[in-house]
């Protein structure tokens, strides 16, 4: 895939433009509105009804955020070494690392990751609160989830319009539509997304990092569950156990676990647990190394070492294909900040798609289409 190199930010190295990219009435606004978000009401309640049945939850969190530093600007990592000269406490709890760190763009190396972390977060709190409480079908519930994050994309991208209108790019989330059937038909996963993030928006007072396109292919198993287990028994007869199959793909993967068949008051966020967490194809308890989708998200698209990357657009479809076939997934989500990325991924599937196989027995072809965000 060719590098797309935008537009310079600013050469302007002693301003907050020409430091991190961002006017400051910019990263105001985007900072007030992410407190705003995380000391509302919905997510306050949201948030606390994970730490009120897992309290280990919220240092888990901090854990995953602090176990990289490659998401870190400079002010970022300098934010957190205060942090941890005023109470060491305070380092390992969520909420302040929330309050202190994540909500400012400025301590991101590149802001495209803050927009995706409240994307994700208050697409959390809104599935959460408003969609999973009714039993429904897994199918359902990975759509409903899906949509809340389509939708919270473009409502979190707002803040940074000014900012995205300077370098001629847009913050997106795509579905693009598989058409051979949907629905989780075999064993390789409900859905796939692939976060696709280039230098446009790195801060251009940031140190370099080597390449700084990321293209990070994801598959996502889904599993609705009554605290606190889930059953990941399931088996195909000639392609085996559904755990051992998602552990073999070439990218990263995981199950996410839906709080949906106990029909809280208040159920669960959804709950992603890497496939390496899963040590057993019977049964897992879901609270067990599990991370919220924010936090899963924000690991990934910033770490080598907990998701692979891909080198190329054909690259990453090869990786979420791998083990899966294109029935196997009812939904593929392009998460960018290339306005060309939607097009890019539906015309490098439709090429690949017939040469496309499951396991080198079968050969698929599939039309696509963009439903959202093209």
Not at 85 to 107: A, K, M, T
Not at 144 to 168: D, N, T, Y
Not at 322 to 347: E, G, M, P, W
Request: neutral net charge; charged residues 25%.
């Amino acid at each position: 895939m060719s590098e797309t190199t935008g537009t310079p930010m600013s050469t302007e190295p002693e301003t907050a433009l020409g430091t991190f990219g961002l006017e400051m009435t910019e990263m105001m606004d985007a900072m007030m509105t992410a407190m705003e978000f995380v000391n509302g009401s919905d997510a306050e309640r949201a948030m606390g009804e994970l730490i009120g049945v897992d309290p280990k939850s919220d240092k888990r969190r901090s854990d995953a955020l602090r176990g990289t530093s490659s998401w870190l600007s400079s002010a970022g990592l300098s934010s957190f070494i205060l942090m941890q000269r005023d109470s060491i406490q305070s380092i390992g709890s969520f909420r302040d690392v929330l309050n202190r760190i994540l909500v400012h763009p400025p301590c991101y190396r590149d802001w495209a990751d803050w927009w995706l972390f409240f994307s994700a977060l208050a697409a959390r709190v809104t599935f959460q609160l408003d969609r999973c409480s009714n039993a429904k079908s897994e199918p359902r519930l990975a759509g409903h989830l899906l949509e809340a994050l389509a939708a919270q994309g473009a409502v979190w991208s707002q803040p940074l319009a000014p900012a995205l209108a300077r370098i001629g790019t847009r913050l997106a989330i795509g579905e693009i539509d598989l058409e051979v059937g949907g629905g989780e038909q075999v064993n390789g996963g409900d859905f796939g997304l692939i976060l696709d993030f280039d230098r446009r928006t790195v801060q251009p007072g940031a140190e370099p990092q080597g390449h700084e396109t990321r293209i990070v292919p994801l598959i996502f198993q889904a599993k609705h569950y009554r605290q606190p287990n889930a059953t990941v028994s399931q088996t195909n007869p000639r392609r085996g156990p559904q755990r051992d199959l998602l552990a073999s793909n070439k990218c990263a993967s995981a199950y996410i676990f839906y709080d949906n068949l106990g029909q809280p008051t208040t159920p669960l966020p959804p709950l992603v647990k890497s496939i390496d967490k899963v040590l057993t194809a019977t049964t897992t308890n879901v609270l067990d190394e599990s991370l919220d989708f924010a936090t899963y998200l924000l690991r990934a698209a910033t770490d080598a070492t907990y998701a692979p990357r891909a080198r190329s657009t054909d690259d990453a479809l090869r990786m979420i294909f791998s083990k899966a076939a294109l029935r196997d997934l009812s939904a593929l989500v392009v998460i960018s900040a290339d306005t060309d990325a939607a097009r890019r991924y539906r015309n490098g599937l439709a090429t690949l798609s017939p040469r496309l196989t499951d396991r080198g027995e079968e050969h698929f072809g599939a039309r696509t289409a963009i439903k959202r965000g093209s």
